[in-house]
Every structure is written in C-alpha cells, then in structure tokens.
C-alpha cells in the first residue's frame, strides 16, 4: 500500500494543484496554500451538475483574491455529455436532491458513481504536469477531513490509498508528486475556524470570502440572484458549522417561499440536529 496521507512534518511543495468545487471546504484550504506561499493552480469540473453555480461562486472567489494580489491560475474543465449517462440525484435528468441530514440512509442518492476517481486522476495528471515542467516537486491539495461521510466511498483512506497506488504504478517521475492534506483531522467547524485565521493573515474579509462561496445541492434562483437552501445535507452542514462559530454565514438563503433570514435557516438546521440526537 502507499504511504497514509496523514503525514507528520512533511516539508511542503511550491507547487500545489486544487480541485476548487466553490464549496465551504475547497475554498478555505484554497486560502491556506495562499498562506503557506505556494504557487496555486485550482481547477473546477463542470460535470453537468444541478449545483453548477458553485463554478461561478468559484471564479468570484478566484477574482476576488486576485484583485487582492494573491495569485491564482483557474481552470474549469469541462466534462461534456457525462451527466446523461450518470445515475446521481445530484447531476441533471437525476431524481430530486433529498433533503434531511447526511446521517440518513436517502442520502446516497447524493452519491454520483466514480466522481473522485474521475478528479483525481486529471488532477493527478496536473499536478506531475507541473512538477515536470517546474523541475521541480507538487502537492495535491485535498480538503478530505473527518468528518467525511460513510455514504461516500470514495473519501474513504482506503480508496486513496489504493487511488495513489494506481497513480505511482503509472507513472515516471510519480514521487514528484504528493499530497497536502491540511484538515485530516479536523472537521467542518475546524475548517471554518481556519478560514477566520487565513482571512487575517491574507488581508482580506472573512465574509466577502465565504458569500462567495455555496455548499448547497439544491440552489434556489430567485430573479438574476442564486440562493442557497437550508434543508439539503450539504446545507445543513454548514449552517451547523456556522452556528458553532457564532457567527452568520454571509450567503444568502432562500426556500420555497423565496429569501429568508439567517435566523430562519438557523433555526431549521437547529431542529434537524435536535430530531437527530433524539433518534
């Protein structure tokens, strides 16, 4: 097997390569590589996704560092005609996203067959790419943290594992290539508690940070302004999280009867997290 992504003291790359979803995760540890100086390349895949305004959430955030002197090259790679020919609640044509949180049995329905593997190994390509070019070494930066869910088989370490195996087995010149796993062991709250720390030390708004971002699988349109819902298990996750911060999350929210307050979404992730400790 290859070596565990959870490495202690590991000297980083200058190089890095992310796969940026527009998300709460990716987009923190974006901000992290800012701070450790390295060179980013961010990537984002259009896979024909219900959620694809998280690619526009992703070059807002993108544009907004930039213009704040932190050097980003952003790719969106384009996997064209794959959706029809997946079976995922989460892809158009798919079954409606199920609400709820991620501890209920429905949301493998979220599941989209093979994706991981399918990122990881054009991210894979980029990154030795890089290190070939650079002469140098790079890292693959991956925003997997503890609390990454049972339903998903593919953010399991075994599959890394196993993912990195392949990847060696194919390729020359594959040790110029690692991985930066910064949040391994924390969680989403942790993650977000990191976001705060980046955000000072890089000069810039936590909140014109984070409204840039969308974790929702189910975004509401509302006239020319995206929203997102509160009641999805990616949603839910992150009002938590934000709740455990004390602090509103700066993104709008809307549902069924059009925008709402923090308060409201707050409230109703409150209620999901009390029904669940009661079951």
């Known amino acids: 097997m290859s070596e565990n992504l959870n490495k202690k003291n590991k000297v980083m790359s200058e190089n890095v390569v992310i796969s940026l979803s527009g998300g709460m995760d990716s987009s923190t540890l974006l901000l992290r590589c800012l701070v450790g100086k390295m060179n980013v390349t961010a990537v984002s895949f259009d896979y024909g996704q219900k959620h694809r305004v998280e690619l526009k959430r992703a070059q807002s955030l993108v544009n907004y560092l930039n213009s704040n002197g932190h050097n980003i090259t952003y790719k969106v790679i384009k996997l064209d005609g794959l959706a029809e020919l997946l079976n995922s609640s989460l892809v158009e044509g798919g079954d409606d996203v199920p609400e709820g949180h991620y501890e209920q049995d429905n949301m493998k329905d979220t599941v989209v067959p093979n994706r991981n593997k399918i ?118 996750e992150r009002v938590e999280a934000f709740l455990q911060l004390d602090r509103p999350d700066p993104t709008p929210y809307a549902d069924e009867t059009g925008p709402v307050s923090w308060e409201v979404a707050s409230a109703h992730v409150k209620e999901v997290l009390l029904q669940n400790e009661n079951n």
């Open 119 to 236: 990122f990881s190994s054009i991210v894979q390509s980029i990154a030795l790419s890089q290190a070939m070019k650079t002469d140098s070494t790079c890292d693959i930066a991956l925003g997997i943290h503890a609390g990454d869910h049972a339903i998903y088989p593919d953010c399991r370490q075994s599959f890394r594992d196993m993912d990195m195996d392949a990847f060696r087995e194919g390729n020359w010149d594959s040790e110029k290539v690692d991985f930066y796993t910064p949040y391994l062991e924390t969680d989403k709250f942790g993650i977000l508690q990191d976001g705060e720390v980046c955000c000072v030390r890089l000069g810039i708004e936590f909140n014109e940070v984070y409204k840039r971002t969308l974790t929702s699988y189910k975004p509401i349109k509302i006239g020319d302004v995206w929203y997102s819902d509160y009641k999805s298990a990616s949603s839910v």
